[in-house]
């Protein structure tokens, strides 16, 4: 995704404004405001600065506005549930279902262990 695309998502999605307003804003027209969210004019860092000001951002922000991860914590309890949990954020449907079957696999894995154990007790 391009500067532009992240600069009108975050306007419309969080932000709520009207185009017209940030144009205005920069003392620009609409249509040359229009041109930097198109990605048809470049964004310089200074012009980058003073939207992310508008916006109430960071111009870092705004770079990495589609570039949120996936973060997954692993909680082992091995005293209690003796599972895994994991938490995931950001991810698509893909990841998803990766992260599913990294979860099936330790599950199984812990129960094989399981009755390793439980046979050698015995």
Do not use: W
Not at 116 to 121: F, G, S, V
């Amino acid at each position: 995704m391009k500067v532009g695309e992240n600069i009108r998502e975050i306007r419309e999605k969080e932000k709520k404004i009207k185009k017209e307003e940030i144009a205005k804003a920069l003392g620009i027209s609409t249509k040359a405001y229009s041109n930097i969210e198109n990605n048809i004019t470049e964004i310089t860092r200074t012009r980058l600065e003073e939207i992310a000001e508008i916006l109430g951002c960071t111009p870092e922000y705004i770079l990495n506005y589609k570039e949120k991860g996936v973060y997954t914590n692993n909680f082992n309890n091995y005293e209690g549930n003796h599972g895994v949990n994991i938490m995931y954020q950001g991810a698509n449907a893909e990841q998803i279902q990766r992260l599913q079957k990294q979860l099936l696999t330790s599950e199984k894995q812990l129960m094989e262990l399981q009755d390793l154990l439980t046979h050698r007790k015995n």
